[in-house]
C-alpha cells in the first residue's frame, strides 16, 4: 500500500492512511502482557484501584489519567488499549501534518523498526503517549500557533519529564539554526568517534552526575553499550544512507524554493531530522537514553529522508524505498537475534490470550534474570 502511493502526483488517500492507522492501532492496543513493563504498570494501576500506595512515584498528569481510568472502571488492558490507540492517533496526525505526500510509507517505516515502535509503544507507556502529545505540540508550533504548542508540550510533560528535554532539543535547534555543512561536519566526527567506541558523552557524564544526583549513577553501570565492530560498522552504514537523504533532500528543496524556503519553519524539519539521526551516534553509550530521545525526532528522520523521493522518476522511487528498507531493517536483526527480545515475541493479543494462558509475565521474569546475569559481570 505504501509504495504504490508514491505515484506521482497522486496524494495518498485519506481513507486509505485511516485504514492503515487503524489496522496499527488496534494490533498496538490489543497487546496483551507484552513488553517489559507491564507488570510495573499493571501492579500500580491494580494499587490505585484499590486506593493504596505504590512504591514507585510517577508522574503527576499519569496519576490523574489512571486515577480517572479506574473509577470509570476501566482494566488495566483496557486502560493500555485506550493509551496505545491515542498514541498511534497522535502520532499519524503528526505523520499527516508534516508529511501528507508519504504519509502511508512514513508510518509503515514507523511501525516496523523496533526502535521506534515495540520499545515505545509496547513498553513505555508514558512517554509513548507524551512523545505523541508532544508531536501534536511541534505541529501547532509549526503552525505559528506557540501558545497553543506549549500547552501541549506542558501536558506531556506531565506524563513523563523526559519530554522537557525534547523541548530543550527543540529550542536549541531553532535558537541556533545550523546549517547543512555544520551537520555535515558534527555527523562525520559522531561516525568516527562511534565506530571507534570512544563515548565522551560518558566521560563526561561521570563528572557531572556526582553533582546532579547520585542515585543515577546506576544508569553509568548497567546503560552500557555492548555490540560487535561488524555492528558498528552496519549501523554508521545506515546512518550515512539515511543522512545523505535527508542531506540530498534539503539541499534540493532548498535551492528550488529559495528564499520562500527559509521563511517560518521550512528548514526546521530538516534540522530536527538531521538531529534524530545524531542522537544514537553521539550518545550511543547509554542505548536507553539514546533510543528514547531519537523517538522524539524519529518521523522527522524517515519523513525527510523519503523527500529524496520526489526528485526521481516513479520507477527509481520503487528502488529508492527498497533501498532505505534493507539499511533500515538492518539494525532489525541485532534485535530478532538477542534473547533480550523475549518479552515482544511471540506477539499476545487480548482477542486469545488471558491470565490463565499468558507467558507475559514467565517471559518478563525471564528477561529481568538475563538483565541480573549482564549486570553482575
Not at 486509505?16 to 488496534?26: E, M, P
Not at 493509551?83 to 501534518?97: G, N, P, W
Amino acid at each position: 500500500m505504501a509504495v504504490l502511493s508514491l505515484k506521482k502526483s497522486n496524494l495518498p488517500s485519506v481513507w486509505l492512511f485511516s485504514f492503515q492507522v487503524i489496522f496499527l492501532a488496534l494490533f498496538v492496543g490489543l497487546k496483551f502482557q507484552t513488553g517489559y513493563d507491564w507488570p510495573i504498570y499493571e501492579a500500580h494501576y491494580a494499587a490505585i484501584q484499590r486506593g493504596e500506595s505504590f512504591y514507585l512515584d510517577f508522574e503527576f498528569g499519569y496519576e490523574w489519567i489512571v486515577q480517572v481510568a479506574s473509577r470509570v472502571g476501566l482494566a488495566f488492558e483496557q486502560f493500555s488499549a485506550v493509551v496505545s490507540v491515542l498514541e498511534v492517533a497522535f502520532i499519524a496526525i503528526a505523520v499527516r501534518h508534516f508529511f501528507p505526500r508519504y504519509c502511508l510509507v512514513v508510518m509503515a517505516v514507523m511501525y516496523s523498526v523496533p526502535d521506534f515502535y515495540l520499545i515505545p509503544t509496547f513498553s513505555l507507556l508514558r512517554q509513548g503517549l507524551a512523545v505523541s502529545i508532544f508531536l501534536i505540540g511541534v505541529c501547532k508550533v509549526f503552525s505559528g500557533k506557540k501558545i497553543s504548542g506549549l500547552v501541549y508540550f506542558t501536558i506531556a510533560c506531565s506524563l513523563h519529564y523526559s519530554v522537557i528535554g525534547g523541548v530543550f532539543l527543540l529550542g536549541l535547534v531553532y535558537i541556533f539554526p545550523l546549517s547543512r555543512m555544520t551537520f555535515s561536519l558534527i555527523f562525520a566526527a559522531a561516525v568516527v568517534l562511534y565506530v571507534a567506541s570512544f563515548d565522551i558523552i560518558r566521560g563526561v557524564v561521570e563528572v557531572l552526575i556526582v553533582y546532579v544526583d547520585p542515585k543515577y549513577m546506576i544508569y553509568l553501570d548497567r546503560d552500557v553499550f555492548n555490540a560487535s565492530f561488524a555492528y558498528r560498522a552496519a549501523f554508521a552504514v545506515v546512518s550515512l544512507v539515511i543522512f545523505t537523504c535527508i542531506y540530498s533532500a534539503w539541499m534540493r528543496r532548498e535551492s528550488s524554493d529559495g528564499d520562500h524556503f527559509d521563511r517560518g519553519f521550512g528548514l526546521l524539519s530538516y534540522r530536527l531530522a538531521l538531529l534524530g539521526v545524531l542522537i544514537p551516534l553521539i550518545i550511543f553509550g547509554f542505548p536507553t537514553l539514546s533510543t528514547r530521545y531519537q523517538y522524539f525526532f524519529a518521523i522527522f528522520v524517515i519523513g525527510c529522508s523519503l523527500g529524496a523521493l520526489q526528485y526521481v522518476n516513479y520507477a527509481s522511487r520503487i528502488m529508492v524505498v527498497a533501498v532505505i528498507a534493507v539499511t533500515a531493517y538492518l539494525p532489525f536483526y541485532r534485535f530478532l537475534s538477542s534473547p533480550l527480545s523475549i518479552v515482544y515475541i511471540p506477539y499476545q493479543s487480548q482477542l486469545f490470550y488471558d491470565q490463565t494462558n499468558s507467558t507475559g509475565h514467565d517471559r518478563t521474569n525471564d528477561l529481568l534474570n538475563q538483565l541480573d546475569v549482564l549486570w553482575s559481570k
